[in-house]
């Protein structure tokens, strides 16, 4: 019993996790077909403003809104530095200057801050654990569970229930008609940065709560898990990018609970082999994307 | 009301449209025709704003609307609805209805008001109001991207061929439509292929043939011209 408590969890919070990381990749790439590659610098700068601030003597949580809005600022900056300019020119072009940005960043951290791991300030309670019916659980964990419960909830009754929410949706499927009835483009395109950004500031936050240091490429685990679970779920389906964060994690914790020690090095090769299978019985994703539609 | 003067559109090196000139007077249904690869969808694409003019001028109402955006044009109070029938195939069609309405999300009472108008004019999408727009058939599409233009309250609407693949019958019940839509008062410029319904309705046409206006009248001088039915229209 406890083991399948334990199971859970661990499914639920790196799922969580995950779905979260997936959802702000996915919010841009359903709008303007391109996949932001500097993605990840956003956990990155989300990590470094809880780093920076550490030290100020300010609460944690204070620190904490900041690195949010570091992000959202940093995923803002992003459209306008890397996306906006080159547009309406080709992907190519889109994915030199994302790819570029992102260079820019994780450089300016190792030459103004240190290429060495930093240790960042977590409230305790990112250490403690408690036990749910004899399965000892880390509350960073529960934290994460809940917080991923909280923001996808909240992303949902975004993208259904509010007219910007529902004008992304539109945006995504049909850009130029979106514009024929309204809906301004560069507001929705840089509203789907700052929420990304957001995400992006969350899963920084848990991340960091789980490995408690930041180096200049904290960003690029979370950006591949982020890539294969939008993959695996439909690379312009939001539920998808849900659904394959914790399908990925399902699978990792599996791995992780079953595989022998000499084995567990080689847990990223059984997975990316799973999803290799996932693909190749599911080449669009497990969820499909709005029909019509096309680059902007 | 609409005013295009000296308009050209290029299409990459190809210059789609040449220098043609036409107007809306206010209550008018005037129609654009011509056959296949004419230069009607560009010219009207160009007016919706999704392209640029290379040359001449468009004012609506007295204001310049020539290098406005999609976005710019749509407030101006200028609808399109174009051929390709582009409804939001996963919102539903209370959602396709509601961004019509956009430029005027804060006018909830309007919206409300003239939802319940576009419902009474179409009440097969009152029907379908939580079903998803992908799943409608051609027809009921062709009403809902109709109703959603109507959404944005527009002084003048723009149709790309609204008859275009469907069946004949369902064509006779948009045509019906239209002319419902023309009694209200409204003005509108139909681009059309389908030449007798579009006379049938049009209080003036003008011809486009390879980018040039060829001819224009009222309805019956285009009609009873059989040179041009012959040349230009296809019988």
Known sequence: ?296 | MLDVRDLSVDYGSIRAVRGISFHLAKGELVSLLGANGAGKSTTLKCLAGALKASGGSITLGGTAITSSSPEQVVRAGLATVPETRDVFPDLTVAENLMLGAYIHRRDRAGNRDNLDRVHTLFPRLAERKHQAAGTLSGGEQQMLVIARALMSRPTVLLLDEPSLGLAPAIVDRIFEMIDTLKRTGLTIFLVEQNVSQALALADRAYVLRLGKIVASGTADEIRSSTDLSAHYLGG
């Open chain 1, 1 to 296: 019993m406890a083991f399948a408590i334990q199971f859970v969890i661990d499914v639920l919070s790196l799922g969580g996790a995950y779905a979260l990381m997936a959802l702000g990749l996915v919010i841009i790439y359903g709008i303007l077909r391109l996949v932001n590659f500097a993605y990840g610098e956003l956990i990155m700068v989300a990590g470094y403003t809880l780093y920076l601030t550490g030290g100020s003597g300010l609460p944690w949580i204070v620190t904490a809104v900041l690195a949010l809005i570091m992000a959202v600022v940093f995923g803002i900056f992003t459209d306008y530095a890397a996306f906006r300019p080159v547009r309406a020119k080709s992907v190519t072009a889109v994915l030199i200057t994302s790819f570029a940005f992102s260079n820019l960043l994780q450089n300016a951290a190792l030459l103004f801050i240190s290429p060495r791991p930093r240790y960042v300030p977590l409230p305790e309670v990112f250490s403690q654990t408690v036990t749910i019916a004899g399965a000892v659980t880390p509350v960073r964990n529960l934290l994460t569970i809940a917080a991923s419960i909280v923001l996808l909830a909240a992303v949902a009754f975004l993208m259904r229930k509010t007219t910007l929410g529902i004008a992304m949706r539109a945006a995504a499927s049909n850009f130029t008609m979106a514009r024929m009835l309204g809906v301004p483009a560069n507001l929705i395109i840089s509203l789907a940065f700052a929420l990304s950004g957001f995400l992006a500031g969350v899963v920084g936050i848990l991340w960091i709560g789980r490995i408690g240091t930041v180096v200049p490429g904290i960003g690029l685990e979370p950006l591949l898990v982020a890539f294969i679970a939008t993959v695996i779920g439909g690379m312009r389906s939001l539920p998808g990018a849900v659904i394959g964060g914790f399908l990925l994690a399902f699978i990792d914790t599996t791995l992780n609970y079953t595989l022998s020690q000499d084995l567990l090095k080689f847990r990223d090769a059984f997975t990316f082999g799973l999803v290799i299978l996932i693909l190749l019985w599911r080449p669009d994703g497990l969820i499909k994307g709005p029909a019509s539609g096309q680059r902007t």
